[in-house]
T-cell receptor, first 119, second 112 residues
Framework: GAGVSQSPRYKVAKRGQDVALRCDPI?????LFWYQQALGQGPEFLTY????????KSGLPSDRFFAERPEGSVSTLKIQRTQQEDSAVYLC?????????????????FGPGTRLTVT | ELKVEQNPLFLSMQEGKNYTIYCNYS?????LYWYRQDPGKSLESLFV?????AVKQEGRLMASLDTKARLSTLHITAAVHDLSATYFC????????????FGKGTKLSVKP
């Protein structure tokens, strides 16, 4: 079956440009997460959606980062006025269950990521 | 602040040998995850450990969890080249949002 898909897979942006990264979660998955993975590091949490509601955006590094999921399925991560330090792989993950469900494995399924390079 | 530490960060081993990767975390967490990542690829879920003493095995990999010690181990038995990858452990972050807190990863290279 279809997994989490992301587009584009690679994006090169000049410093100061705006970019938009798309995530298509697995159909029916309630929870959607965005992570940022710098080279040689583990993924770091950016933001979380439960259906269309953005319940946590504590990981967004600055107000240049904005995420939305207007209909509770596809999500877009937008970065305005990109800087070199924004260069990273942006991973999207989705999960069927709500995180508060005690004892559930709460597996997150990751997409292939978008590698953003800011020159 | 919840922190996850893995060691070693780099591991070069010969085929056929055994080794263990360690994952320590700083505060109580409900769940412990192990993921595999090949170069340029996304994260593949290996194990989810839910309770103290949990042990799961898949092929040459075995993961265990000691919640009292806040320690998980990923044991590799008789390594083969196909296991070369970066392995991450992660724990469930605090609060209700369910985000994962990852370690820095262990880059494993298995040489013939």
């Amino acid at each position: 079956g279809a997994g989490v898909s992301q587009s584009p897979r690679y994006k090169v942006a000049k410093r100061g440009q705006d970019v938009a990264l798309r995530c298509d979660p697995i159909s029916g998955h309630v929870s959607l997460f965005w992570y940022q993975q710098a080279l040689g590091q583990g993924p770091e949490f950016l933001t979380y959606f439960q259906n269309e509601a953005q319940l946590d955006k504590s990981g967004l590094p600055s107000d240049r980062f904005f995420a939305e999921r207007p209909e509770g399925s596809v999500s877009t991560l937008k970065i305005q006025r990109t800087q070199q330090e924004d260069s990273a792989v942006y991973l999207c993950a989705s999960s069927f269950l709500l995180p508060s469900l005690a004892g559930a494995p709460l597996e997150q399924y990751f997409g292939p990521g978008t590698r953003l390079t800011v020159t | 602040e919840l922190k996850v530490e893995q060691n070693p960060l780099f591991l070069s081993m010969q085929e056929g040998k055994n080794y263990t990767i360690y994952c320590n975390y700083s505060t109580t967490s409900d769940r412990l995850y192990w993921y595999r990542q090949d170069p340029g690829k996304s994260l593949e879920s290996l194990f989810v450990l839910l309770s103290n003493g949990a042990v799961k095995q898949e092929g040459r990999l075995m993961a265990s969890l000691d919640t009292k010690a806040r320690l998980s181990t990923l044991h590799i038995t008789a390594a083969v080249h196909d296991l070369s990858a970066t392995y991450f452990c992660a724990v469930l972050g605090g609060g209700s949002q369910g985000n994962l807190i990852f370690g820095k990863g262990t880059k494993l290279s298995v040489k013939p």
